[in-house]
């Protein structure tokens, strides 16, 4: 008693404490927050909206930002006082800034133009802040192959070519690929790139379309490869493209002195007007929202149009379907995978053998300290840096070398608690050690094993969630290309979601009939019932 006294007189202490603390400070300025923030959020709350006039006004709010773009950095060099929230798509950026969840974001007009023109709620916030030079990006050691592509873009500009593809894709928003033809026995040319939505690469009819997509496309035809997409973050095409994942980078790549420590340039093919944007009520002399109600449609109308935009149009419902599939292949063969790789693993384990045993402690420490993402990475980026592997058999290696690491536990655990005398018995009643195990000794550890077993499996079904860093196109990255076309977080999140529960109630009851097949006394309880 005495003890739970001194504990609530401390905690009454701390409390006090921090009390007097915000007493000394501005009463007026939310922690955490400096007094511009604190100001300009006081004013929205007011219902005035931010009252920003130029873009400086937005330099110390929260500022979103595609992470691994130039304008993180510039952001970062530029706006130091600024609350910076880093977002892997374009979409992200415009949801954010919608939602409230960001204050400001930065994007180019070309990319503002068709954005802002069915968003209302958004606007720019007055001129450019900078302006990039845009060129694809090559490896060090592909001189011959950016030098192809210099004269390629020499030889557009000359004929008229590239004016055309500016006309129709930046100035009058076209949607059209023209037809590019690919002889059949080409060799493949692989180009990365990242859904930053239109005019650049966006996703229309579950192909790719967007100025850049067509440069791309022509580049290759003129130099006899057919391009081989590789759709990746941004943040993740540098070290796709550092280390020999992919040809080059075709895909608002801006030109700056650090990437050029890195990676060879092409020269510029367009420029960007980089631009502040922000919600049109937080402009100052903005008419407030409340003055002109808008008609809301109702909850149903809204549904179906929902379903329509993400699902239906474009048949982007067969983008989510591709995506099951791929989820559902890397969640079996990791299964297998690392349940077998667990079988070996606990066999070392339990060996007698001081230097084997070890080395299996010694694999189950690293695959437990390690983060699964940060060791996709590692043997995709790395490890297999200069092999020509699939990224999904990639993936397959690294959730099987994590999943194993755990199921050798549990299948250790599962057999040491089975009593050594039935092994004994076994073996005087004339079985071998091998038998004895098979019939005796592991029919009753997977009783103990399975329910464990259960729960890391879709744990591991989970996981699989984050494949798209390594370009794997699963049902989470399906669900970004098409948040990066319709702009909606809402349906294809929540698509995505039911249709991981799906899978994973699916592979519940899977193993569920598995754990009935091996409980004896299910068979006891049919041979009484007979």
Known sequence: MPGLLRVLALAASIFMAIDAVAEDGDASTPAGLSRDKASAMQVASQGQGLQLRQPEDASSLRIAVMQGSAQDVWVHKNWPGATLLQFLTVADLFIAVEAGKADASIAPSDILKPNLATRPGLATLGPPIFELEVGAAFRKDSADLRAQFDAFLAQIRADGTHADMERRWIEQSDTTMPPIQFAPDAPPLAVGNAIVGLPQVAVKDNRLVGYEVELAERFAASIGRRPVWSTADFGALIPSLASGKIDLIVTGMSIT?????????????????MHVFVRASDIAGAVPATATPPVEASFGAGLRESFHN?????????????????????????????????????????????????????????????????LLMLIFYVVFASVDISPILVAVFAFGLNFGAYTSEM??????????????????????????????????????ILPVYKGEFISMVKLTSIVGYVAVEDLTKASDIIRSRTFDAFFPLVT??????????????????????T?????????ART
Not at 519 to 527: I, K, V, W, Y
């Open 257 to 273: 002195p650090e990437r050029r420590e890195r990676i060879d340039f092409s020269e510029s093919y367009h420029a960007y007007e």
């Open 496 to 517: 995505v979601a039911i249709l991981y529960f799906l899978i994973s109630w699916v592979l519940i009851q899977a193993l569920d009939y598995l754990e009935r097949r």
């Open 310 to 374: 993400n699902i239906i149009r474009e048949n982007r419902y067969l983008l989510l379907w591709s995506g099951l599939k791929t989820t559902v292949l890397l969640a079996v063969l990791s299964c297998v995978f690392g349940t077998l790789l667990g079988a070996l693993i606990c066999y070392m384990r339990m060996s007698r053998n001081t230097l084997v045993r070890r080395s299996a402690m010694l694999y189950i420490s690293l695959m437990r300290g390690l983060p699964v993402l940060v």
């Open 411 to 448: 299948f250790r655990t599962g057999i040491e608690s089975i009593d050594r005398g039935q092994t004994e018995a076994g073996i005087a009643m004339g079985f071998s050690r091998i038998d004895t195990f098979r019939h005796i000794v592991l029919p009753q550890a997977l009783q103990r």
């Open 519 to 527: 409980d004896p006394r299910q068979g006891r309880t049919a041979e």
